[in-house]
């Protein structure tokens, strides 16, 4: 079945100790999101690519890059996890602009 | 000021209590307003997408419905199964991004 996969599902890092998140996508879809998500929250976009086109949200923390190498991976890096950096982080993929998102199922960041 | 607000935040059911759970919005120029559903621990499932109001769409015990400023889903006779929390997201022209809005969603829990 085509779809978004995420690894590693739960990721455990100490304060300052960078960690790379990947997502991974068989669907062929141009654009690719990298979502943090916090409990009870709505999801918070950090990064988005229009095929090769990156894109930064304003207010996402230079803690916080991205790479997409190829239409079917993305990475996100967290140069110095801090402990409000803890959450959810979602990746999701989209056909075009417009259209509906589809979800990984997340990696889970804990900070100690 | 949100531009995407849910409620209410928390719902708790009995099996087979219908009801309906509401997104509104104050953005202008909808593209489109997406229904999501997300079971803890897990990445959001796409559900319907809306365009222009009047618009309906069905799922089973589901039921979307978009006016020029809120959505309801509608839960007919809801199972346990159906306990998860609804995010809807809005797309309109935003500072020139088509990136969708999203709520914070509704948590229903279906006893049975």
């Known amino acids: 079945d085509a779809m978004v996969i995420q690894n590693p599902r739960y990721q455990v890092t100490q304060f300052g100790k960078p960690v790379t998140l990947s997502c991974s996508q068989t669907?062929?879809?141009?654009?690719m999101y990298w979502y943090q998500q916090k409990s009870s929250q709505a999801p918070k976009l950090l990064f988005h690519?229009?095929?090769?086109?990156?894109?930064n949200e304003a207010d996402t923390p230079d803690n916080f890059q991205s790479r997409r190498p190829n239409t079917s991976f993305c990475f996100l890096d967290i140069r110095s996890p801090g402990l409000g950096d803890a959450a959810m982080y979602l990746c999701?993929?989209?056909?075009?602009?417009?259209?509906?998102?589809?979800f990984g199922p997340g990696t889970r960041l804990t900070v100690l | 000021e949100d531009q995407v607000t849910q409620s209410p935040e928390a719902l708790r059911l009995q099996e087979g209590e219908s009801s309906s759970l509401n997104c509104s919005y104050t953005?202008?120029?909808?593209?489109?307003l997406f229904w999501y559903r997300q079971d803890p621990g897990k990445g959001p499932e796409f559900l319907f997408t809306?365009?222009?109001a009047g618009e309906e769409k069905e799922k089973e015990r589901l039921k979307a419905t978009l006016t020029k400023k809120e959505s309801f889903l509608h839960i007919t006779a809801p199972k346990p199964e159906d306990s998860a929390t609804y995010l809807c997201?809005?797309?309109?022209?935003?500072?020139?991004?088509?990136?969708?809005?999203f709520g914070r969603g509704t948590s229903l829990i279906v006893h049975p």
């Open positions: 953005v202008s120029g909808l593209r489109g």
């Open positions: 999701a993929t989209s056909r075009g602009a417009y259209n509906e998102q589809f």
């Open positions: 809306l365009y222009s």
């Open positions: 690519y229009y095929d090769k086109d990156f894109n």
């Open positions: 669907l062929n879809h141009n654009v």
């Open positions: 997201a809005v797309q309109a022209p935003l500072e020139g991004s088509y990136i969708p809005t």
